[in-house]
């Protein structure tokens, strides 16, 4: 099993920016990749962020591109979203996943692709 603890959302203006944090345990050993997804009120899930463990490879969705940044800490198996020039179109509850893959072209963007998940952060951005 493993286990993901998301931290770092919060109410924030446009603008502004935050830091997702993604702290996994258990047999993080097993995992091949990381994630972020977010949902908004009313709407499915969504892609946001990947990055395998094993390289150097980022995966990010259109809608993100360029404002925000996914990275990892290895040695505390934790995962970080950096979001910048946040609009209120980015308000949702953020989701960080974990696949014990290996994930090929577009499973990486996939949900249900990811086999475990955290319980969500909230980031809401005010106008």
């Known amino acids: 099993q493993v286990q993901l603890v998301e931290s770092g959302g919060g109410l924030v203006q446009a603008g502004g920016s935050l830091r997702l944090s993604c702290a996994a345990s258990?047999?993080?050993?097993?995992?091949?990749?990381m994630a972020w997804f977010r949902q908004a009120p009313g709407k499915e899930r969504e892609f946001v962020a990947a990055f395998s463990w094993s390289t150097s490879n980022t995966y990010y969705a259109d809608s993100v591109k360029g404002r925000f940044t996914i990275s990892r800490d290895n040695a505390k198996n934790t995962a970080y979203l950096q979001i910048n020039s946040l609009k209120p179109e980015d308000t949702a509850v953020y989701y960080c996943?974990?696949?014990?893959?290996?994930?090929?072209?577009?499973?990486?963007?996939?949900?249900?692709?990811?086999?475990?998940w955290g319980q969500g952060t909230q980031v809401t951005v005010s106008s």
């Open positions: 258990g047999r993080t050993f097993s995992t091949y990749a």
């Open positions: 996943a974990a696949a014990l893959g290996p994930m090929y072209g577009m499973w990486w963007y996939a949900a249900g692709k990811y086999d475990y």
